[in-house]
């Protein structure tokens, strides 16, 4: 699939489009002097520009939905001080420039009234500008826990990704993308509680097998309003699920469903799971989003073509 191949690399982030350029600034009335030191064998696609600020658009697959504003006063007095010591990277679009990575930088440097900044201008696809612009924000550390998921379903839903191929490109594990995920089935309340740093993704997780939403809810509120730890907003929860009508014990899979589930898994770039009754049985496909649930519905239709 198309998409593969352009994922090829893109686990490097911000190696891959530096290259081998050294920048070193020298602050002068809020602008900065930058001098390039390229290697020997030049590239002219590792050159730095100075592009006018009013240019430069923010990026529209810009996974990071919210701006700490202290942090960004923090980060415009640092430009101010020592220079913006790290270019901002850029692609062209029909009316100027639409930022890949640094657009925190880009607005530290508006607000203490930089005219034109250091900047690296790469020809992507939408595609590519996205896929780097969440691998940028994940390899910095710079989204909440639902800004991550809602990336990486966006991968997978939007471009064709695998959760393998998810894992390799942003230099996280398996488990943890699928951890990741499994938040998006929360109600929109907790994943807003969990994005604003009231609870932590262990707490969201310890709800997420309680079906009832009303229930999830009324524990997550209770553990920001008591000050629980996961620990004892696991075990609260595992009351809660006690207390519910009890569900027939899964059978144990053989190894032969198991492995049918794992190529279907690697075949659809989702969770497959197969339920067996005799002769019989149905196969249930996960997906996250609409976005994925059109992906999926594409590929099968072209499986059957």
Not at 261 to 280: F, I, P, S, Y
């Amino acid at each position: 699939m198309a998409a593969t191949k352009k994922q090829r690399g893109l686990g490097r982030g911000l190696d891959a489009l530096f290259g081998d350029v050294e920048i070193s600034t020298e602050k002068t009335n809020k602008t900065e002097k930058v001098e390039i030191k390229k290697p020997a064998a030049e590239d002219t696609a590792t050159g730095i520009s100075y592009i006018n600020i009013n240019d430069i658009k923010p990026n529209s697959n810009q996974p990071r939905k919210t701006f700490d504003e202290e942090k960004l006063e923090e980060l415009a007095a640092s430009i101010e001080e020592h220079g913006l010591i790290q270019p901002i990277v850029l692609r062209t679009v029909e009316k100027g420039y639409e930022i890949v990575a640094g657009e925190r930088r880009w607005r530290a440097a508006r607000k203490i009234g930089i005219k034109e900044v250091p900047c690296i201008i790469r020809e992507l696809t939408d595609e590519e500008n996205m896929l780097l612009a969440i691998i940028e924000n994940m390899q910095r550390e710079d989204l909440n826990p639902i800004e991550e998921a809602e990336g990486i379903n966006q991968m997978i839903g939007t471009y064709g990704l695998t959760q393998d191929q998810v894992s390799k490109s942003v230099g996280k594990s398996r488990p943890y993308i699928t951890n990741c995920l499994r938040l998006l089935k929360l109600p929109q309340k907790i994943r807003d509680y969990v994005a604003k740093g009231e609870i932590s993704t262990g707490h969201a997780r310890a709800v997420i097998s309680i079906e009832d939403e009303e229930k999830q809810i009324k524990l997550i509120e209770a553990a920001i309003k008591e000050g629980l730890s996961v620990r004892q907003m696991e075990k609260l929860s595992q009351k809660s699920k006690a207390g519910a009508k009890p569900k027939a014990r899964p059978r144990t899979k053989n190894a032969d469903v198991r492995r049918v589930e794992e190529d279907l898994k690697d075949a659809l770039g989702t969770k497959v799971t197969l339920n067996q009754k005799g002769k019989k049985g149905k196969i249930e496909i996960e997906y996250y989003s609409k976005d994925e649930l059109e992906r999926l519905i594409e590929l099968l239709r072209k499986i059957r073509a």
